[in-house]
């Protein structure tokens, strides 16, 4: 749509960054508070388990998202981007409060995983919706720039997590507070694209006159059979198989690291759980100049330059850290888990504004959907591993083969990847 993609960016588009980067926060502080939660649960006599059971509680919403990627990036392309954000939003809010009054482990990992549905369908949901609004020229920054409220969510939970004086239950029913949003996402338009690709042909001219202020006559586009994850491997087969490999790569290493940084940090300096979420912080704050970083150079190097070489980098901070670990050196312990914060956080701006444009509108919702389920795969099975190598091994050998697995994904894009920089969106 032209008049979209050659729009200048106007009040909605920054009424859109707002109301969907909350979103996007409250998705990062109802994810990352299984670090903090991990990390309190020793205390409860009816919360202990093994290491490996505890990383299970991280995998469990992962694992929901799995699911929910799948779920809700079907139902993006039968109902509309709205629609389907808002029954994905309402899931995790409410799954997150009713989470905190659980009674045990057990209780607590089903709960997360009902969480896990809507986070797991509000990402690649909100990307393209977002995606689809955004004009051509500035169209990956503004993606990077609503992922970088990944990080500013990050930052609240440690806040919160330090206010509430490191009450699990607490930080849990926080993450439910998201649903006070629900009444301004009714407001919102449908996707005009949507709209069209369904032969709503009126109600998508209606809503880009009132969004651009542009009188348009579009034209009933012959609407594509229901898309199918078939489709993705027998069309689009090689952008398919690089952004699995992507996406399962840069979770992995994202959900391995983050969701045990507290316990990475206070077994190899030696600190109290306590002191290591201040520490957690510090990195959390990294992740936005990444994020900012990565934005400006999506639209001056191209998105598979700036993914590849950000997952290259994080993956080398992570060996950096292996190393230090090893060496017990307290500096470069810090430096380099703030290096992995700022280089993996900024790629993850760039592979969401990657994705949306390698497909056409009529499978977007699917395949970003699809992409969002391998992550969640990879997400959730770091965890759990990374609780396994500790049991047997040390923290230091964990993220060892976190920083491998982010190299191969760095290598991955590399090879497979193509550019979409300045491309008009199918």
């Known amino acids: 749509m032209e008049a979209i993609e050659n729009s200048r960016l106007n009040k909605f588009h920054y009424r859109l960054l707002a109301v969907l980067g909350t979103v996007w926060a409250f998705i990062a502080v109802n994810t990352i508070a299984a670090s903090f939660v991990i990390a309190l649960l020793k205390k409860e006599p009816d919360f202990q388990g093994s290491l490996a059971k505890l990383g299970s509680l991280g995998s469990a919403a992962l694992f929901g998202m799995l699911f929910g990627a799948w ?25 997150s409060i009713v989470s905190a009054f659980a009674g045990n482990l057990d209780q607590l990992i089903v ?9 797991g369908g509000s990402l690649p949901v909100a990307s393209s919706y977002f995606a689809e609004f955004m004009p051509r020229s500035v169209r990956g920054a503004m993606i990077s720039i609503l992922e970088s409220f990944w990080a500013i969510g990050t930052i609240i939970i440690g806040v919160v997590a330090l206010l509430v004086k490191a009450d699990w239950r607490s930080i849990l029913l926080f993450g439910g507070a998201i649903i006070l949003i629900l009444p301004i996402l009714l407001t919102l338009p449908e996707s005009p694209r949507f709209l069209l690709a369904k032969g709503r042909v009126k109600e998508a ?14 034209e009933k586009v012959k609407e594509d059979r229901k898309a199918s994850v078939g489709d993705l491997w027998r069309k689009y087969g090689r952008m398919t198989l690089m952004l699995t490999i992507a996406w399962f790569s840069i ?16 077994a190899t300096l030696g600190i109290t759980v306590f002191r290591s979420f201040q520490y957690f912080i510090v990195t959390a704050i990294a992740q936005l100049p990444g994020y900012w970083s990565a934005a400006y150079l999506l639209e ?25 670990a090893s060496s017990g050196n ?45 992550a969640r795969i990879g997400g959730g099975i770091a965890p759990i591993l990374a609780g396994r190598i500790m049991e047997v091994g040390s923290a230091a050998v964990a993220v060892l083969v976190i920083a491998v697995v982010a190299i191969i994904g760095a290598l991955d894009v590399l090879a497979l990847g193509e550019e979409t920089m300045g491309r008009e969106l199918a």
């Open 205 to 218: 001219e209606e809503t880009i006159k009132r969004i651009f202020g542009i009188k348009v006559k579009l």
């Open 251 to 266: 979770a992995f290493a994202y959900y391995g690291f983050f969701i045990w940084l507290p316990k990475f940090l206070s």
């Open 300 to 324: 001056r190097v191209g998105r598979k330059k700036t993914l590849s070489y950000y997952l290259l980098l994080s993956g080398l901070a992570g060996l950096g850290f292996y190393f230090a």
């Open 111 to 119: 709960l997360r995983f009902i969480v896990g549905l809507g986070l």
């Open 71 to 95: 779920l809700f990036g079907y139902l993006a392309d039968r109902i509309g981007r709205k629609r389907t954000l808002i029954l994905a939003v309402s899931t995790f809010s409410l799954g």
């Open 330 to 374: 307290e500096g470069a312990i810090i430096a380099s888990a703030i290096a992995f914060s700022f280089f993996n956080l900024g790629a993850w701006g760039a592979i969401y504004a990657y994705t949306p444009e390698l497909y056409p509108t009529a499978v977007r919702g699917t395949g970003t959907g699809w992409a969002g389920a391998m």
